[in-house]
């Protein structure tokens, strides 16, 4: 069995890496296809160095550009690519662009597709990763979902019972496993001058929350504001935000605005902090997992498990919901359960892949 792991942003080198250690465990015969969506030493490089992963056989820097810009020479470059590997299976995680490259190159050349983190939905089809999970969902032969949830999802939409694999959210496992490691890091709190539980840790990079004006103005006046409960707020600034904070000349009256940070610094930053505020999917689980409350800035999430176990509430982008949701995350005194499974997820879906696809090349 040949396995092509395809990835190509931050969010799916961080959660592809359980499984590519899996592979590398085992020695299977896998290759990393990077479509180059990030690029940037701080949104793509870090993570390989710091999670130990080997340089992905090809990158075809694509880089930025429009939805159809992106996606289509994606399309055209991971073609070529599988036409020349003939990988028994594709792996996609998430909803990005790469994502729906990777489904849709794949499914039309007959080659299986494996989608990891299947079955998620916002139900908000404005959202670019709305679509691209949906249609990545329906083009996949194994969909590896993380939780009963997102599995019950999935049948309601019509895709059988034999295809769909509940196997608990990889993000736990790159959690757990890079938890021991970030402890034991030197302390990131020091370089920017952060008390433990002290502060809260933001983050905003999401196109219907960046590259609307107000939405961004509202978001950074209300976490100014949430200042006045005496907590500081550092916010590690994603490229699509920093960009469009420049263009406007937002300044921001002291919130802690830094470069995105590696993932072992990041993880430290989660852990300690009162508070998350963010609009990131992996951000949500993350805080849920590291039992730290976390407001949410946007109208809706396709992670109402974080919701359902209390971790979790919706705020949008008013500035005085904001302050008001964080209020009530502060009052909040319950822990919960992590509802993303027990941190064996790549293990299982890559025994998966040994035990079914090899020998049946179905599920059913
Ligand atoms: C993408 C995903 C989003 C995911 C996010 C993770 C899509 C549609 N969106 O959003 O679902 O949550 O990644 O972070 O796939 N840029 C850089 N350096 C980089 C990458 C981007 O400077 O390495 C800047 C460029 O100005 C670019 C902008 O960020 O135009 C947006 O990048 P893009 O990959 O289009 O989308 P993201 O906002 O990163
Ligand atoms: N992350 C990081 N450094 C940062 C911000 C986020 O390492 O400065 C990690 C975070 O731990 C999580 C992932 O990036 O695992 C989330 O990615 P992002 O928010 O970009 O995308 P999303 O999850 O919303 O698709």
Redesign the pocket.
Known sequence: MKISIILGT??EI?KMSPIIRECEGLDLDYFILHTGQHYSYTMDQVFFEQLNLHEAKYNLDVGSGTHAEQTGQMLIGIEKVLQKEEPDVVLIE?DTNTVLAGALAAVKLGISVGHVEAGLRSYDRKMPEEINRILADHSSDYLFAPTEKSKQILLGEGISEEKILVTGNT?VDAVFQNSKISKNKRNVLDDFGLRCNEYFLA?V?RQENVDNECRLCDIIEGLERTKELGFDVVY?V?PRARKVLKKLGIKSNGLKLVE????LS??QL?RSARLVLTD????QE?ACILGVPCVTLRDNTERPETLDVGANVLAGTTPSTIVNKVKLMLAHQGSWQNPFGDGKAGRRIVRFMIENFVNCKSIG
């Open positions: 931050r969010p961080i998430g993000v983050t990079h590690p994603h995105p940070l590696d993932y990041f993880l989660e990131s999917g992996g951000v993350e």
